[in-house]
């Protein structure tokens, strides 16, 4: 009964931060569900490895305002006892570091870090499913280097740009440093296959950013207040064969009045050839999103139980793509996964 009551009164106080209206300004990678401590702070005990997860995301850089994103993050699972079965569980912990690198010059930057925490209860004995509540507490900054940017005050006639003149508005930037915190909730659901062969896994969730209201001015003494982003995301996968399988994947945002929708689905074959080493032994996939009036991504992955791999396109489908050199991005992914034992987190009795 205890978790029945906690499950309500968390949902209820997230209901209330859902805004009325909601076209999101934080950092945004096409393969969200490969960069879990950006999404989700309650995905910190997803895996019931320790994983290392990275991205990389190029976006535009054949125009003059390119976007360049890097995220690493680390999660830690959390264990009752010494065994390591998923329904033993309790939680994980993950941390996580991004940079943003945007303008003609690379003049705009935006750091990020944090710490997440998360705690499973489960739903039923066999562990079948379970909900999980992650709590996420950090920094940012943005800083802008104006050593390369130009003035409409240092435009002189038959001259050009002489940067030597001082413009008052360059003494008002500073860099802004705050703190950020954000939660989550989880909701998981692996049936057993005996019951439903055709479902292997469903979840949903949901994580707000910006609980505090962060000033990220670089003004000096004015106030820009962060919005708060809200993030719904939700993935399924349907047995096709012994060998093979689809995903379906939904990621919507919400912040102020903007908001952002992805869908799309993948293909996965498991590649498990005779005589192969491990490492080659996985799970193929491909696939395509579709970000409502923006683009469509391409993906290709290959997954193992000791890595993953993948690599994405987005295809613009907005204005953008009548720009003459184009206007796409391309992202890539990469996983490092340690089991509990290898570790010394733990082992089964």
Not at 85 to 114: A, P
Not at 154 to 172: E, R, T
Not at 214 to 227: D, F, H, K, M, T
Request: with cysteine.
């Amino acid at each position: 009964m205890k978790k029945i009551y906690l499950l309500i009164i968390f949902c209820g106080f997230m209901g209330m931060l859902i805004p009325r209206k909601a076209h999101a300004q934080d950092p945004v990678f096409s393969q969200w569900f490969n960069a879990p401590m950006l999404l989700n702070p309650a995905l910190a005990s997803q895996s019931t490895d320790m994983e290392f997860t990275s991205s990389f995301r190029s976006q535009w850089s054949n125009i003059d305002l390119p976007y360049a994103t890097t995220q690493a993050s680390l999660t830690y699972p959390i264990f009752k006892g010494r065994r390591t079965r998923r329904r033993d569980q309790v939680g994980g912990v993950g941390i996580n570091f991004y940079n943003d690198i945007s303008g003609m010059n690379n003049n705009f930057r935006v750091l990020g870090g944090s710490l997440n925490f998360a705690y499973n209860v489960l739903l039923d004995n066999q562990g079948y499913s379970r909900i999980t509540f992650g709590l996420k507490t950090g920094f940012g900054q943005k800083r802008i280097d104006t050593g390369n940017l130009q003035w409409g005050e240092q435009y002189q006639p038959f001259v050009g740009f002489d940067q030597s003149i001082v413009v008052n508005d360059v003494l008002n930037i500073e860099n802004r440093t705050f703190f950020d915190a954000g939660a989550g909730v989880f909701y998981e659901f692996k049936p057993n296959p005996r019951i439903a062969p055709v479902l292997r896994y469903a979840n949903a969730g949901y994580s707000v950013d910006h609980l505090n209201h962060p000033n990220e001015s670089v003004i000096a003494g004015q106030v820009n207040r962060l919005p708060l982003v809200h993030r719904f995301h939700g993935e399924s996968e349907f047995v096709i064969d012994r060998n093979s399988s689809v995903s379906a994947k939904a990621l919507v945002l919400f912040q102020r009045s903007m908001s952002q929708f992805n869908i799309g689905a993948h293909y996965n074959y498991r590649v498990d050839g005779r005589g192969m080493p491990d490492y080659f032994k996985g799970r193929a996939s491909a696939g395509v999103w579709y970000r409502v009036q923006d683009s469509f991504i391409f993906l290709t992955q290959f997954e193992t139980d000791m890595y993953r791999i993948g690599i994405s396109y987005d295809a613009n489908a907005s204005s953008l793509r009548f720009n003459n050199r184009g206007a796409s991005s391309i992202e890539f992914s990469i996983a490092l996964k340690f089991s509990p034992a290898s570790v010394g987190l733990a082992r089964n009795r």
